[in-house]
């Protein structure tokens, strides 16, 4: 390819006014240099972006033609109304957007509230030298949106895609690019959510056609250099959040030093030294509140005591998806399993009836903002959410989306792979699979390059630097060792220095030491049903209590169903041994499983909060973090409301599993 010296393009190395704020923004982030780079390149009299949101993009192309006097005349086209992928917004991004960009680019940009279609007809044919389709990704939208502009497009024309690396839920950027890649020079920004530049013009500078036709040996510095670049925008991004947290909390001490003498003289004055000695340690209490300092701020009474983070598992199904709708009946979710369970033995604690949230549904996001904030106050630290990856394709998906691209709710989270098969064991008919899991390594790359996307995000939560990824199932890989080691090898090239593996130790095939498996640590599951049979016995099980089965004196559950008493179990998995490798403990408020299974479930009767709070106290008496932040504690669950192991409120308990979470992080 022709001689490629960054030093005649020092552009590149220019730093974006506009940095992002949101997870969804950041995405552009690492291809700023890049964009800069090809203003400079191409040098186009009229540059069009499709889709601008919180103009991280557009205000880097904005910057470059000034910086380079290139005399471009930039539109930027959105509604800024949101849509499916980003989520949806009011005014107030436009606005911000606005402050930023008409002061410093109103000369010669302009936003342009309005749909593509509308805006099409305000463009001459033939008049557009840059064009970058960034709105929604569904592959018949990239695909008419290309195709109304493409006429607008000049002779020496370049067309940009935005996440031709994205193959999650129903992006389909990546397939519309696989179709014109065939018919046009193109180049490959392959790093992060991927970046296609298309030469549909016939006329093109002798740079960007060498990139156009070069092999991908021959661009491999290329690539590497601006990926470079893209990962030292994203680092000077957080050091500049946290030396803005750090200015902060100088702040705050400034403050206390100026202001401490005289108002303790005031209180010397008035309420003697006993009164001084009250308030300062009050005040001092204060200041260490507001000097706590961490990736995310810790909140509430519990986690200022606290040397763990709790992380409450998270069920995403809670919203109509068609799958489901195809297996189980339409609009099926887990409050379908949980509305028409029965009790079926004298004392079963069914149904459970959720209180002040009610049968939410997670397509809300007032209600996944009112979850967080229930956690929040009652020490949990973040949620694992579970997620449901079928080679390639997701279920339940669309909850855990909206948090990653709207930013919010502001509360740490990581994921755990649920890696099986979906049958119909509900019904009895485990082998009846509705979708399999399939291994491949084109899959585990393919899986982690998605995962990126989360693990960019500054909420995800991570062991030191590394993030914290679960997987439900390790010893159904076919070669845990080769997929660990692919997503370890993917991950640093993406960007990341290492990452946090757990296996969860689910069932009894899983008990073999993480590291064999390729895994840092282990995750442990409550209840462990697996080891219940060598451990106790279920309730009411034997010749007498059949006898009174047969003569209709006791009710056939007991038979039907594995029944175990919550505080027997629970006394047993606080005094078990600990394993000679780094499992993370968990406990859980309760189980039964009955709104699920027709038979064959598990029950742990007599759950109370007192004995929760017992439980969850002895766990954490007896663990010591591993290192610096391998201090997970996890709680099964948040909301598994069809197995019966919830936090949330429910209308017999109200918040009191809450209150007994807080009271043993609080040590009280």
């Known amino acids: 390819m022709a001689l490629f010296n960054p030093l005649d393009h020092p552009i590149c190395f220019s730093r974006p006014l506009r940095v992002a704020s949101t997870a969804s923004a950041r995405f552009w982030m690492e291809h700023i240099p890049f964009g800069m780079f090809l203003v400079d390149v191409l040098r186009p009299r009229v540059l069009v972006e499709l889709g601008t949101f919180s103009g991280v993009s557009f205000c880097a192309f904005c910057q470059a033609v000034k910086e380079l006097g290139a005399g471009t005349r930039c539109y930027a086209v959105d509604t800024w109304k ?147 670049l893209g990962l030292r925008l994203e680092l000077a991004r957080e050091r500049d959040e946290l030396t803005v947290r750090l200015q902060e909390r100088s702040d705050v001490i400034g403050s206390f030093k100026q202001s401490v003498p005289m108002r303790f003289f005031y209180v010397w004055t008035r309420e003697g030294l006993g009164g001084v000695a009250r308030r300062a340690i009050g005040k001092l209490s204060a200041i260490r509140r507001q000097l706590s300092f961490g990736r995310h701020r810790r909140s ?30 339409e609009g099926f979710t887990e409050w379908t399993n949980v509305s028409r369970s029965t009790p079926l033995f004298s004392g079963h604690y069914q149904p459970h009836v959720p209180a002040e949230l009610g049968f939410y549904d997670l397509r809300l996001a007032e209600m996944r903002q009112a979850q967080a904030d229930l956690a929040r106050e009652y020490g949990i630290y973040g949620f694992c959410y579970y997620s449901y990856w079928f080679n390639g394709k997701r279920l339940l998906s669309r909850p855990f989306d909206e948090v990653l691209a709207s930013g919010k709710p502001d509360f740490p989270f990581c994921l755990c792979w649920a890696n099986e098969n979906w049958t119909r064991v509900w019904n009895g008919l485990e082998k009846d699979i509705l979708i399999e899991q399939s291994y491949s390594e084109e899959d585990d790359r393919q899986h982690i390059r998605w995962l990126a996307n989360a693990f960019r995000d500054k909420r995800y939560i991570k062991v030191g ?204």
Not at 306 to 323: C, D, G, S, T, W
Not at 475 to 494: F, G, H, N
Request: proline share 7%; hydrophobic share 35%.
């Open 300 to 329: 509430g009474r519990a986690n200022r005591r606290m040397n763990v983070r709790p992380i409450a598992f998270y069920l995403p199904q809670f919203h109509p998806i068609p799958e489901n709708d195809s297996w189980w009946g």
């Open 465 to 668: 630097d590394r993030p914290l990824f679960l997987v439900y199932r390790a010893s159904s890989i076919p070669d845990p060792v080769k997929t660990t080691s692919i997503w370890r090898d993917e991950a640093r090239k993406l960007g990341f220095k290492e990452l946090y593996l757990c296996r969860v130790e689910s069932f009894a095939q899983e008990r073999e030491p993480p590291a064999c498996l390729g895994f840092d640590a282990s995750v442990e599951f409550q209840p462990d049903w697996s080891s219940l049979p060598t451990l106790t016995k279920p309730l009411r099980r034997g010749r007498v209590w059949q006898r009174l089965i047969r003569s209709g004196l006791l009710s056939k559950a007991y038979q039907q169903n594995d029944v175990y008493s919550y505080k027997h179990v629970a006394n047993l998995m606080r005094h078990r041994d600990e394993p000679p490798y780094k499992r993370f403990p968990c406990v859980t408020p309760g189980w039964d499983n009955t709104p699920r299974r027709k038979h064959g479930a598990i029950v742990l009767r007599g759950s109370t909060p007192k004995l929760y709070q017992r439980w969850l106290e002895a766990t954490l008496a007896r663990f010591e973090p591993y290192g610096p932040g391998e201090d997970l504690v996890f709680i099964n669950a948040w909301n598994e409301w069809g197995e019966g192991n919830h936090l949330e409120p429910d209308k017999r308990w109200g918040r009191a599993y809450l209150e007994a979470t807080r009271r043993a992080l609080c040590g009280k």
């Open 82 to 228: 949101g849509d499916p992928h980003n989520g949806y917004y009011g005014p107030e991004v436009l606005s911000d957007l606005k402050s930023h960009h008409d002061p410093l680019y109103g000369g010669f940009s302009r936003l342009i509230q309005s749909t593509f279609d509308e805006a099409v007809s305000h463009f001459a044919d033939g008049s557009i030298d840059l064009l970058h389709i960034d709105g929604f990704h569904v592959y018949e939208a990239v695909r008419h949106d290309f195709e109304t502009w493409l006429p607008k497009v000049s002779d020496r024309g370049v067309v940009l895609f935005h996440d031709i690396n994205v193959h999650e839920i129903d992006f389909g950027v990546w397939k519309l690019w696989e179709e014109l890649k065939q018919r046009y020079p193109h180049f490959e920004a392959m790093w992060g959510q991927g970046l296609g530049v298309l030469a549909v013009g016939k006329q093109q500078p002798d740079l960007l056609g060498s990139l156009c036709n070069s092999s991908d040996g021959e661009l491999t510095a290329v690539r590497d250099f601006f990926r470079q």
